[in-house]
């Protein structure tokens, strides 16, 4: 193992901590910035659609103009959007820096840093060992994003008990969301060439330069269902899910830090414990059959009659939520070339980035009816479900090389 693994996984750990510590406040800090539900879940739509483009042009090029050149400017457009969200709340101003910028309404991975990250893990390990890697490293982010989020609600919650404002203690959690790209930026300094793609003496063709030749077919299949489960799941981002406890049961920074941390731990051992349920089942119905039940539970949230029961629904969700997300990574980099992992995990970064960019300004319109905030649970558990089976269909039968 190079020195390049344990780095980017603290990088990884550093980042999902910035995205757990901003999300769990986001919403709320629009809200006190003067901004409706109506405006807060068109800003995360555009968020979303902005990053989808940006994560296209900096994935397709990372292989050809170089990962590590890539990976800082996408830390950098991650402090670009923190200083432009901590200053203003004027709505244009914010639309500008969510479509040009990096930042998550979800405490998910967004930008570029997944794809070419995991691109890069994926040629210092061998392939037996990529989907337990792969685990580890999940779970190593989602722990990050549970102390995050953690953190975040008991930073606001301390400040307002010290008599300052709802306002003024949500923005200093979005200037710790810059710090954090700062520090990411100087850290991907000093990623050695081990982490660039391999090259290759071949022609530079215009389809090899958009970094896609061989493994077209298969991966813009799987993007097409990946789109589906995003779109479903961005009806229940991180910030919207903390809005709506806020809004439903009157829950506070501190205890929706908790929750929050609760989940994400909870989604860290799940990840892990996919790698060795996948050794078994394979990776493909590691990918379903633990997806089916969470969504179940999804969408019994919203029918919880009291706190304690909707908190625990949304617990027992995150236990198995996550058992697909190493899994559908190291079978996307298991069924493409060498070459072409940067921009097929950026592909199928894209759409789910696109689908999910579609639906945070469906769940604002439901939020702002009494009678439908519990809506978009039941909605995207039901995509969700439609999309286990049509993943199964159509992929059982490709095998990585790892099951052949």
Not at 209 to 217: I, M, V
Request: proline fraction near 4%; avoid cysteine; charged fraction near 10%.
């Amino acid at each position: 193992m190079t020195r390049d693994t344990p780095l980017l996984f603290t990088t990884r750990i550093i980042r999902m901590f910035g995205y757990g510590f901003l999300s769990v406040v986001l919403a709320l800090y629009l809200a006190q910035r003067g901004l409706s539900e109506g405006d807060i879940g068109l800003l995360f739509t555009l968020t979303l659609a902005g990053d989808a483009g940006i994560t296209l042009w900096l994935t397709t090029s990372a292989d050809r103009i170089g990962r590590r050149r890539m990976l800082i400017v996408g830390a950098l457009l991650m402090v670009m959007a923190g200083v432009v969200f901590s200053l203003t709340g004027n709505f244009m101003f914010l639309v500008a820096a969510a479509i040009i910028g990096v930042i998550s309404p979800s405490g998910n991975e967004i930008g570029p840093f997944l794809s070419i990250e995991q691109a890069a893990l994926s040629q210092l390990v061998a392939d037996a060992k990529r989907t337990q890697v792969f685990a580890w490293y999940n779970l190593a982010g989602s722990f990050a994003t549970a102390t995050g989020a953690l953190l975040g609600g008991a930073l606001a919650q301390v400040l307002q008990n010290a008599g300052y404002t709802p306002l003024y203690s949500y923005r200093a959690v979005v200037f710790g969301y810059t710090a954090v790209g700062l520090l990411l930026a100087f850290l991907f300094l000093f990623l050695s060439k081990e982490v660039e793609a391999p090259r290759l003496v071949e022609e530079v063709t215009l389809e090899r330069r958009f970094g896609l030749h061989r493994s077209r077919g298969v991966v813009f299949r799987l993007s097409s269902f990946f789109a589906l489960d995003a779109f479903a799941g961005g009806l229940v981002v991180q910030s919207m899910v903390a809005y709506w406890f806020n809004v439903k049961f009157g829950v506070q920074p501190a205890l929706l830090g908790t929750i929050f941390f609760a989940a994400n731990i909870l989604a860290g051992i799940s990840a892990l414990s996919a790698a060795w349920i996948a050794k078994r089942i394979g990776l493909i119905n590691t990918m379903v059959y633990t997806h089916i039940p969470s969504n179940i539970l999804l969408i019994l949230v919203p029918f919880m009659p009291t706190l304690p029961l909707a908190i625990t629904a949304l617990l027992l969700r995150f236990s198995i939520s996550q058992m697909d997300v190493p899994t559908r990574q190291s079978y996307t980099m298991a069924v493409v070339s060498p070459d072409e992992r940067s921009a097929a995990m950026g592909v199928t970064s894209i759409s789910r980035s696109v689908g999910a960019s579609l639906s945070p300004a469906i769940t604002g319109q439901f939020l702002a009816i009494p009678g439908l905030i519990g809506a978009p649970f039941v909605i995207a558990g039901g995509l969700k479900v439609i999309y286990d089976v049509l993943i199964w269909r159509g992929f059982r039968a490709v095998k990585p090389p790892e099951e052949k």
